[in-house]
């Protein structure tokens, strides 16, 4: 099977792209060549997808059995891939999110069938306009589309709701003592899935002829609450956290971010059922806890003195917000 990634070497794909070649997929990645990471076995097509010339002089005269969007985020995007690859894929895979299905949830079991409706967060909206115009060039151009909607997806970003990230910030600031900001009262759900068991669902759509036309999510099936995700960040700092719970509605209120990824996106407990997935990729589970697969992940930043930056963002957030409630619970 011809595979090719537009990305390939980014928190998620660097461990599906690695998966592919274990499993014998002929893979090629098209991107910038900016970051330094290994896939051995894998082609590298080096170019700017945003510059259309430049990435269809890189593709010219291939043809492929499956083409993975990792980084189309705006209608303009899939469709530049519609021009590119509408004669020249059997499979077109968009990377959407589960940040598309409603918001705030109507029912706490996130299914495929859960409908696509987030007010809160510019980002989501923009993954449904992609999904609806991919839906439309499948019914009436044949494009032969899949949709995958990752949630929060990690294997070399600190996955915490506020702050985090590609910054090390908010590990330095619990290994200190300080206080760090839980949304809402610390309780609700949420799952967390690492990339390595994400790929492995992943990998089972390459090619999949039933899969054409239909969306998926890919999670693990563990549920935690916020405060467990954030004690467990904390264990593997090698701390306990010092947590202090604020409304969801009150964070909001601090920048377009915080607005869109809690509003629009983990304020809410939701339970993804993976039963889709599941029946199509037979064997689908995901198995690393994230207890476990959070030490990786430290590990992985501190393996590298580059990796264990940050830019003071968070700090000065944290200190910011944490001033402004205690202004207003002891004024
Ligand atoms: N992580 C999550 O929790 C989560 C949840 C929901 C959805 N998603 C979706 O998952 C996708 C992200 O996947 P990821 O984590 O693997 O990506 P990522 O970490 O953002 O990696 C970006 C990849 O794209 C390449 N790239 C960036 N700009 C490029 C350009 N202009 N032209 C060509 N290549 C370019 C990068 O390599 P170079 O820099 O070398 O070019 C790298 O390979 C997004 O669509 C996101 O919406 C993620």
Redesign the pocket.
Known sequence: MKVLF????????TAVSRLAVQRGIDLYL??????QVDIPGAKTLT????HFGEAAAALLGHTWDVVVN????TPEDVQTDFQLFRTRTRQYIF?S???VYQKPPSHPVITESTPLYNPFWKYSQNKIACEDFLVQAYRQHDFPITIVR?????DTVI?TALGGWTDFGIIQRMRRGEKIIVHGDGASLWTITHAEDFAKGFIGLLGHQQAIGHAFHITSDELLTWDQIYQAVASAAGVEAQIVHIPSDFLAQFGEDLHGGLLGDKAYSVIFDNTKIKTFVPGYQAVIPFSEGIRGTLHWFEADPARMQTSGADDRLFDFILTAYEKILLP
Do not use: F, V
């Not at 537009?6 to 794909?13: A, H, L, M, V």
């Not at 990792?70 to 985020?73: G, T, V």
């Open positions: 537009i990305g390939g070497t980014g928190n998620i794909s098209l991107n910038r060549g900016k970051r170019a700017d997808i945003h990792w980084i189309a985020y990377i999110s589960a940040s990752p949630s929060l997806t990690y996955p």
